[in-house]
């Protein structure tokens, strides 16, 4: 099977089961270093799933987000809301054009590298707070991407009409994922300190699906 596709890989969840999914077609696993407070947890991760996959990887960092943009993923770990992502403070989260800057810069490297598909693991479940999450915004760069490289690189995104249940149930019912070498906790510490609004998806997407939650929660 040919691997033509470029997979922007953080680590955490959602990424994880995209990665094992298409493993196969996959010739490069991209992380950017955005200074998050959970960057270090995150790329640790990464590094796991993709020796155990032997997808090469690596890492580029954008260290100007930290020193110019303005969320509270890169405030420190004092600066993250607890509550569910429904609440309005889980906003503050949001990194402005997060996705729109990660995927410009994966369109340009699968270009270079001669690959026709660019991978990102957005979820339905963000749409609500996260605008560069939504399927209007991943058609319009998809749109963007085709015409504006020779080769036609073309996103894909195979989570979009999911919830994050549902990309748990497939990572363990299907691809035999390790969701212990994933990371999602925003404040970045030892553990999961499962009070911020991704602590408290990750929770809720293995008790929906009846599913044992091997992460390791400060309470």
């Known amino acids: 099977m040919k691997k033509d596709t470029l997979c922007v890989y953080s680590g955490g969840m959602d990424s994880t089961v995209m990665l094992h999914l298409l493993k196969k077609n996959t010739a490069l696993a991209v992380t950017f270093d955005y200074g998050s407070n959970h960057a270090a947890r995150e790329i640790e991760c990464a ?22 943009f303005n969320s509270s993923l890169l405030q420190g ?11 309005e403070n889980m906003k503050s989260t949001v990194v402005p054009f997060r996705n729109g800057i990660m995927l410009s810069i994966a369109i340009g490297l699968a270009e270079s590298r001669g690959l026709q598909y660019v991978a990102i693991a957005n979820h339905s479940g963000d749409h609500a707070i996260y605008p560069d999450c939504t399927k209007e915004f991943i058609d319009s760069m998809d749109c963007a ?6 080769n036609k690189v073309k996103i894909v995104s195979p989570f979009n009409g999911l919830r994050k249940h549902n990309i748990a ?13 994933t990371w999602s906790c925003y404040k970045g510490g030892e553990v999961h300190c499962g009070k911020c609004g991704t602590c408290v998806e990750r929770k809720e997407a293995f008790e929906k ?11």
């Open 47 to 68: 590094k796991i799933n993709c020796e155990k996959l032997n997808i090469p990887h690596i890492i580029i960092p954008l260290s100007f987000m930290k020193q110019y």
């Open 77 to 87: 770990a004092d600066a993250i809301p607890e509550g569910h992502y429904e609440a």
């Open 145 to 150: 991407s085709m015409s504006g490289t020779y």
């Open 169 to 181: 149930a497939l990572g363990f019912s299907t691809l035999n994922v390790d969701f212990s070498k």
């Open 209 to 219: 699906m009846g599913l044992i939650d091997p992460t390791i929660y400060e309470q």
